[in-house]
């Protein structure tokens, strides 16, 4: 059949030509409101803010990160997480997740009403004392305090491992670093457990190689990745996790983002650049992409300088029939 179909909403062209290996069902985590938006020198009102959500909702995204529970002397453009939470309990839900780095952030996040928190432990030593001020193994413990004031609340509570593929400080790490963090993580039992590529260093062939062993580990594991593009492998990072067994994948609107803390990251994966790929392979991800295209250009205007992502420049193909 034509593919024409698929470019638009649900995957009317689940298929045929999609690969075994790979998800009919791929799961977007929208984190342009909280990566994104951190790493921007504007910071943008909480209405802003708010109506940026809103608009991600009204595209049908229903994971999205929307704010960190962090010192906001180290983050300002997150100092309003509690008013943006707040302002997102009138109107259309999702699930709005809260980042945390420790058990002040976590308290904080659901005294705001989180319905998940996520929270990050970086695998290289360096990078966690730098970005978080705590060696990996104080990490560990506060996570696993978190994990279980998380089930205690009926909070979702999943974990990411930064630096998963190279630390800017330390170099390479080795997979089998990640694996042994992952199997101490898992302790906590996390509804998921995400491998970020913090400084977009990672190539599909490591990827492939730390999903699998993670698969290998720990196989009731559900797994997301988060790729950041400054290398430009982004994409292909992402297309190599799906090929390996992820589920779902973190992806910021236009491809703002970056991180404050590691030098010359970039952007995150752009969502409408992974979602025109995903739904041409035929997968769906319940997105409407010109919805989401629309709120990249708002996005554009609002931040008052062109985004990263390309789908937003180039249109959608087959162009959407009126
Ligand atoms: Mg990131």
């Not at 109506?51 to 595209?59: D, Q």
């Not at 400054?230 to 390996?244: C, E, F, H, K, P």
């Amino acid at each position: 059949m034509s593919g024409s179909v698929v470019a638009t909403r649900i995957g009317t062209g689940i298929s045929s030509s999609i690969s075994p290996n790979i998800s009919p069902s791929i799961e977007i985590v929208e984190v342009g409101p909280r990566d994104g938006l951190q790493s921007e020198a504007r910071v943008l009102p909480t209405d802003t803010k708010v109506e940026f959500v809103r608009r991600l909702v009204n595209a049908g995204l229903r994971r999205i990160e929307v704010a960190s529970f962090v010192n906001p002397k180290r983050v300002p453009q997150m100092a309003d997480a509690e008013a943006v939470l707040a302002a997102l309990k009138v109107g259309p839900s999702a699930r709005y997740i809260g980042l945390v780095l420790n058990r002040k952030g976590f308290d904080r996040a659901l005294a705001a009403g989180c319905a998940e928190v996520g929270m990050a432990i970086a695998a290289s030593e360096t990078f966690s004392q730098r970005n978080q001020g705590c060696s990996v193994n104080e990490g560990v413990d506060a996570w696993l305090e978190i994990a279980a004031a998380a089930r205690a609340a009926g909070v979702r509570a999943q974990i990411t491992i930064s630096t998963a593929f190279g630390c800017p400080f330390e170099g390479e790490l080795p997979a089998t670093r990640v694996r042994e963090l992952a199997l101490r993580l898992a302790e906590g039992q996390p509804d998921e457990m995400a491998v970020a590529d913090t400084i977009g260093v990672a190539v599909p062939t490591q990827v492939t190689e730390v999903v699998s062993q993670l698969r290998e580990a720990i196989p009731s594991a559900r797994l997301r990745a988060h790729f950041h593009n400054t290398r430009n492998t982004g994409l292909a990072n992402a297309y190599a996790a799906i090929q390996a067994g992820v589920r779902a994948l973190d992806a910021s609107c236009g491809g703002i983002g970056g991180c404050p803390f590691a030098p010359a990251a970039t952007g995150n994966i752009p969502t409408e650049d992974l979602i025109y790929m995903l739904h041409r392979m035929g997968c769906d991800t319940g997105v409407d992409l010109s919805a989401l295209l629309e709120t990249s250009r708002w996005l554009q205007e609002e931040l008052e300088h062109p985004v990263p992502g390309m789908v937003v420049k180039a249109g959608l193909f087959p162009a959407p029939r009126i």
